[in-house]
């Protein structure tokens, strides 16, 4: 079992900058990837941004520029800096954790951002 801890989200202008983490505790494994999601209302679930135990990093598009994902091994965290925010990055962020192995998935409960224009 993998438990996750995030924190970071809250309400921000356009333009500004938030910092998400999320800790992970429990059966880590070795090989991992873990990485932020999200959904908007009425919306189904989007990859935001993962990265690798090894520091590979993938980007959704709307955010490719303006966010940086990294982590933190010996923490077991991976951290979300998301800068110029726009209105329509409105939305709950869960951070995921995959054992890759295995095939397991853990997803926190979400936090939530929102952008105000």
């Known amino acids: 079992q993998v438990q996750l801890v995030e924190s970071g989200g809250g309400l921000v202008q356009a333009g500004g900058s938030l910092r998400l983490s999320c800790a992970a505790s429990?059966?880590?494994?070795?090989?991992?990837?873990m990485g932020w999601y999200r959904q908007a209302p009425r919306k189904q679930r989007e990859l935001v941004a993962v990265?690798?135990?090894?520091?590979?990093?993938t980007y959704a598009d709307s955010v490719k520029g303006r966010s940086t994902i990294s982590r933190d091994n010996a923490k077991n965290t991976v951290y979300l800096q998301m800068n110029s925010l726009k209105p329509e990055d409105t939305a709950v962020y869960y951070c995921?954790?995959?054992?890759?192995?295995?095939?397991?998935?853990?997803w926190g409960q979400g936090t939530q951002v929102t952008v105000s224009s």
């Open positions: 990265i690798t135990s090894g520091g590979d990093t």
């Open positions: 995921r954790f995959r054992l890759v192995v295995v095939g397991e998935d853990y």
């Open positions: 429990g059966s880590i494994g070795s090989f991992n990837v």
